[in-house]
């Protein structure tokens, strides 16, 4: 063979091996998409992902979050663009969204043989489509409760907090304090005005607590046009009328400076609220049971879980798996896992592992996440169902039109009652086809 | 020659298969959705046919949408109405001899080149109810505190508030560049015939800034038909729906309800809106000097 000729075939395969062994030992890169975007919780995210990858030095993971408010625009727009994320976190009422449309995959049989052993059946049902197919790993579990300000219902003549819907407005409308322009400096009760999670909290929260349904037990048809939802949305316009709670005034959003005397929400706030400036966490919040309305005969709250799952367009399924295994996972007895350290100490919400509740249970056991630990025994599951975000919209709307006084409670339920039972219709008809 | 022509066929090629591709592509495709239902996560070609159903739930249940019509008119009727007036005002002003006018032309610039959601996000808090700096002078001058943007009767007003001042910098620019190109003579002449000041804009100044009114007429009004950005930054659409516009709604439908049919429904429904307003406009205030 010509030399030059035999020196070419040398250089070609000398490439060749190159190229291959290169490809060989090419890491597998994985993206997680959630929603856990501020300083802290990106370091600790950062933290969990920099010990995987130390114990797995084939595989790469990048994070990428983004506000609570985009990630289900960024899931969409992702995967229409081609470019999703493997692994994702999600608020699970999109769940049958995501599964109508073969955006997730079937998790392996390892890790549902594992949150089958290790996660309690509600919490299981939660992160599940009605076939009882399991999409993921349940991360935190949150009930919303009242959390409202000691100090300032002290001011207002009241040593407790209030235990019904008389209570509540009264107490309100004490906290209530309005400057001689008009200004209001301090507000009873904070309502969510301009965002749809107005619908879990306070509403849902509040309709349960007055023996409410916000739909029927099988998910077919809304059932929060009744009595009892009349009678929740009666109580904000109450509320507004005497002053007791304000639209404009975004109650989760000043509560922290000390302005706000009650408010409905979730354990995952303690973070927020043990940083905040105008309110002592240890000595002026406090919690509550959601107050009992006119037709219920107990408190009760709705619980909401979050899931992480994978893409089943995802190229790196089983590798996938596995990292979401390992963060949930406890590795060590007694020890929790990453993602349930994370959950607990970095922000405050209730694990779904049975491991992980017993690993931070003194974690869990402060005057703020306990509330929530023993509503979490008789919190109602929120209902998830196809279209259950646009209901969940259309109501926001005519909840601020009775906030507004644009509306009656009556008219608002029976408008978007009629809308939500063309959606949830729809929907099985889309299932159907 | 001909050699020439291809090569001129070959450069010539190319932004229009851009434009093919880019522009009638996706529109043509966003025609074809809106005849389906489409959430955006099935493959395309799994896509439920629908016909026009889209087009008539919009047109006949969706009260979002009409709600958000009618908005979407009035926002632009008075922002294209006080953008006109305004801009046309200053312009005249700052095209007299008026001490400092540079300063004043860059001063009406200034919020034309600012972020449009830097504005929104400013404005949201000097209209705020209980502590925003408007309040603070209506009470400090014995009048009752307004709600503004957290009012269902004042949110919509107060957006054309602030699209006019953000834009009314750049119309006046438009505007009186539409003046300086106005003969000093034709007034000369005019003063010669004794015309006061009044006749001088009625006869010479109106009728030759014409081609000026369509061009600001036209723009503003396809811009305020869109408007998106500023709503989604100040009141998301809210209180319940008072300012909720076409194009935000379309936004929801598509990415926060996975309705990716109707939302284009929605787009050509306001294409049809906008080119039928449109051609209204050019036959009302186009030049006829020349037809006639």
Known sequence: MNPKRLLCFVFLFALLGAFSSAALAQDTTLTMLTHWGTEDQLAAQQAIIDAYMAENPDVAIELVTVDFGELRTKIITGRTAGISADVYHFYHLWLPDFVNAGVLAEPTQDALSYINENVAQGTIDAVSTSDGQTWGYPTEVNPYQLVYNKRLLAEAGYDAPPANWDELKDMAAAITQVDDTGAITQLGFGVIAGWDSGIVHPFSSLLFSNGGNFLSEDRTVAEFNSPEGIETLQLYADMVASGGTDPSISGLGDFPSGTVGMVIMAPWWRATLRAAEGIDFDTEVGVAEIPVGPSGEAPSSIAYTWLFAVDSNSPNKPAAWDFIHWMNAEHEEGVGSAIGDFLVNGLGAIPSFDHDQAAFAESMSDHYVSAFVAASAYARPEQIVAGGQEIKTLLQVEIEAVLTGMTSPEDALASVEMQANAILEEQRMMAEE | ?292
């Not at chain 2, 109405?81 to 801009?87: F, K, P, Y």
């Not at chain 2, 000093?184 to 006749?199: E, F, I, N, P």
Request: charged share 10%; glycine share 8%.
């Open chain 2, 1 to 292: 020659m001909r050699r020439r022509m291809l090569w001129a066929y070959a450069f010539v090629s190319a932004p229009i298969f851009a434009l093919l591709l880019f522009l009638l592509g996706p529109i043509l495709f966003s025609g074809w959705v809106s005849l389906h239902r489409w959430d955006m996560l099935s493959p395309v070609n799994e896509m439920p046919w629908r016909g026009f159903s889209n087009y008539v739930f919009l047109l006949t249940k969706d009260k979002v949408f009409l709600k958000s019509l009618g908005n979407t008119f009035l926002f632009a009727i008075g922002g294209v109405g006080a953008n006109t007036i305004l801009g046309l005002g200053f312009a005249l002003l700052l095209n007299s001899h008026i001490r400092g006018r540079a300063l004043w032309r860059v001063l009406y610039f200034m919020p034309v080149i600012t972020a449009p959601l830097a504005l929104a996000v400013m404005f949201s808090f000097i209209f705020d109810r209980n502590f925003g700096v408007v309040n603070n002078i209506i009470t400090a001058l014995g009048l009752p505190r307004q709600p503004f943007l957290s009012g269902p009767q004042q949110a919509l007003i107060t957006l054309i508030f602030i699209a006019v001042y953000q834009f009314v910098g750049y119309y006046i620019v438009i505007f009186l560049a539409g003046l300086q190109g106005i003969p000093q003579d034709y007034y000369d002449a005019a003063q010669v015939d004794g015309a006061g000041a009044l006749q001088e804009f009625r006869f010479i100044t109106l009728p030759l800034l014409r081609p000026v009114m369509l061009f600001v007429v036209v723009t503003n009004t396809i811009g305020a038909l869109q408007v998106f950005d500023l709503v989604f930054a100040t009141t998301g659409g809210a209180p319940a729906n008072s300012s909720m516009t076409v194009v935000l709604h379309m936004y929801n439908t598509a990415f926060k309800f996975s309705r990716m049919g109707r939302a284009s429904a929605m787009a050509f429904i306001l294409f049809a809106i906008i080119m039928l307003i449109t051609l209204i406009q050019v036959r009302l205030l186009q030049d006829r000097t020349y037809q006639d």
